[in-house]
C-alpha cells in the first residue's frame, strides 16, 4: 500500500462529460504532481503544486483543471475531453519540488475517453 | 533539448543477470532515479544516484558516469516477479524530473 491513493482507478467518460479525480497522500509531503502516462512514452508531467500554490503548469490544455484545497489532497477536473486524453493519470508527492528526493506515486485512474 | 533514451523492451532468464542501460542529455544534472512499475500499478522507487560509481542494494545495482551521461540498472538472480518496467529520469538543474519511456522487463521460466 502506497502512501498515495488516487480515486476513482478506472474512469470511462464521453466527450461532452465533467469527472474529476482525486489524489489524497498520508506522507506529509509539501509537493504534489499530476503526471499523464500513455503508452510507451514518458511520463509527461501536467501540473506541480508546492504547499498548495501551483508552481508549474507544462502547456497543458485548459480543459484539464487542477486543484489543491490543502497539502495532502489534489484534484484534477476533467470536461469537454478528447479521445487522445485516454491515458493513466498518476499523482505523486515529495517532499519539495526543488528536492533531490524521490517521489511516491498512486496506483493512477485509467481514463478512456469515447 | 532534453532527452532519456532507454531500451524499449529486454528478455531474460529467471536466475540470470539483465543490465538496463539509459544515456540521458539534460539541461544540468542534480540526480537519476531508477523506479519499478507492474503492470497497472504505481511506479516505486529502486534507486538514486548523484556520484560516480555503483551503489547495491541486495539484487539490484545501479551505476552512474556524469562525464558520459550514462547509467545502468543491474538485476542478479532474476525472478519471475521481476517482470515490469524500469523506468529512468534525470532531475536537471531546475529539479524538474525528465523521464525515458521504460523498459519493459520480460522474465522468462
Known amino acids: 500500500e502506497t502512501g498515495v491513493t488516487q480515486t476513482p482507478r478506472h474512469l470511462v467518460m464521453g466527450m461532452t462529460n465533467k469527472k474529476s479525480l482525486k489524489c489524497e497522500q498520508h506522507?506529509?509531503?509539501?509537493?504534489m504532481y499530476w503526471y499523464k502516462q500513455s503508452a510507451k512514452k514518458p511520463l509527461e508531467l501536467m501540473f506541480v503544486?508546492?504547499?498548495?500554490?501551483?508552481?508549474e503548469n507544462n502547456s497543458v490544455p485548459s480543459r484539464f483543471s487542477p486543484e489543491c484545497p490543502n497539502s495532502s489532497h489534489l484534484f484534477l477536473h476533467l470536461h469537454t475531453l478528447q479521445p487522445e486524453d485516454s491515458a493513466l493519470y498518476l499523482c505523486?508527492?515529495?517532499?519539495?519540488?526543488?528536492?533531490?528526493?524521490?517521489?511516491?506515486f498512486g496506483q493512477g485512474t485509467r481514463l478512456t475517453v469515447v | 533539448g532534453q532527452n532519456i533514451d532507454q531500451p524499449t523492451e529486454m528478455t531474460a532468464t529467471e536466475g540470470a543477470i539483465v543490465q538496463i542501460n539509459c544515456t540521458y542529455q539534460?539541461?544540468?544534472?542534480?540526480?537519476l532515479f531508477w523506479y519499478q512499475q507492474h503492470a497497472g500499478e504505481a511506479p516505486t522507487f529502486l534507486s538514486y544516484?548523484?556520484l560516480d560509481g555503483l551503489e547495491e542494494k541486495g539484487r539490484f545495482s545501479s551505476f552512474l558516469s556524469r562525464s558520459k551521461g550514462y547509467s545502468y540498472l543491474l538485476l542478479k538472480e532474476l525472478q519471475m516477479k521481476d517482470s515490469a518496467s524500469y523506468l529512468c529520469?534525470?532531475?536537471?538543474?531546475?529539479?524538474?524530473?525528465?523521464w525515458g519511456a521504460g523498459t519493459k522487463l520480460i522474465i522468462k521460466p
Open positions: 505523486a508527492s515529495s517532499q519539495g519540488p526543488d528536492r533531490n528526493t524521490e517521489a511516491f
Open positions: 506522507l506529509g509531503h509539501n509537493a
Open positions: 503544486y508546492s504547499l498548495e500554490e501551483r508552481v
Open positions: 539534460t539541461s544540468g544534472f542534480n540526480g
Open positions: 544516484n548523484v
Open positions: 529520469a534525470v532531475l536537471d538543474s531546475n529539479y524538474q524530473l525528465i
